[in-house]
């Protein structure tokens, strides 16, 4: 997928955590996203991947560099991006219904204004029938099923996923990265995507990006040539297998670079 025109370019991006023992998390980042483009991260734990997640998001400022979101400069935290973490966040007293429509309602919005579109998202995400029902009621991949629904309501251009499957047992997360699939085929919003898993990596995206040893920088840039629509039947697929290995020559390579720095 061609990326141009650019939802998210980065260039130099570097980010020291200052002390008494300064920590570079991230150096000589340069990477483009293109509008509707789905975009996996990979690379070895602490290579900083999350945050670069959360300075595309707005929660942390970058020490050096220079990050511009739809042709302009990055501005604070808001609904243009939604963050979907590995803990759905949910609100345990509210229903999913109401967990979906939170904010539109703390916004004052009129009901009939964003009524139909929350059904429309919570249809789209299978939790059909489940409207009323709270989140001590629903299994973990339910749960992300409702965050999701939330965020897309929010009509946002960018989704920053951070590890949204991780903590989920292997056949729900496979039904997750399908129902993401389907969602992203569906809407096709911009989607940078952290994950460890090399599988689910070149499922989702068009692009993954392999970083390095902390301080990451990209080491890689790895388009993935699979057609779409995609499914699972996908990880038997030759060229599917071909990358998959390739990618983990380069997390190995790096994640011996991490251990023997530490």
């Known amino acids: 997928m061609s990326p141009n025109p650019k939802a998210v370019e980065m260039h130099g991006i570097e980010k020291v955590y200052p002390g008494r023992h ?13 509008d509707g483009e789905f975009v996996a991260l990979l690379g070895p734990s602490g290579c900083g991947k999350s945050t670069l997640l ?138 940078i995507f952290i994950t460890h898993d090399i599988d689910e990596a070149i499922l989702l995206a068009d692009t993954v990006y392999v970083m390095s040893a902390r301080p990451g920088r990209i080491r890689s840039r790895n388009p993935v040539d699979l057609p779409r629509p995609r499914n699972i039947d996908l990880l038997t697929d030759p060229t599917f297998n071909a990358l998959r290995r390739d990618i983990m020559l380069q997390i190995r390579e790096e994640a011996g670079k991490s251990g023997a720095a530490h």
């Not at 300064?22 to 293109?34: F, S």
């Not at 511009?68 to 509210?94: H, T």
């Not at 939790?127 to 299994?139: A, K, V």
């Open 54 to 191: 959360n300075i595309v998001a707005g929660f942390e400022q970058p020490t050096a560099g220079r990050l511009s979101i739809d042709g302009g400069p990055p501005r604070p935290p808001g609904p243009d991006r939604a963050v979907v973490f590995q803990e759905s966040a949910l609100f345990p007293w509210l229903t999913v219904r109401d967990n979906v429509t939170f904010g539109p309602r703390i916004q004052r919005q009129k009901r009939d204004s964003y009524q139909k579109e929350a059904q429309r998202y919570i249809d789209l995400v299978g939790l059909t029938g489940f409207e009323g029902h709270y989140p001590d009621q629903l299994s973990g991949g339910m749960k992300q099923r409702v965050g999701i629904a939330r965020c897309l309501l929010m009509q946002p251009k960018l989704f920053l996923m951070d590890e949204p499957f991780g903590a989920l047992d292997a056949q729900t997360r496979l039904q997750m990265q399908e129902l993401l699939l389907h969602v992203w085929e569906t809407m096709k919003r911009t989607v």
């Open 22 to 34: 300064p920590v570079t998390a991230l150096t000589g980042v340069d990477l483009a996203v293109g």
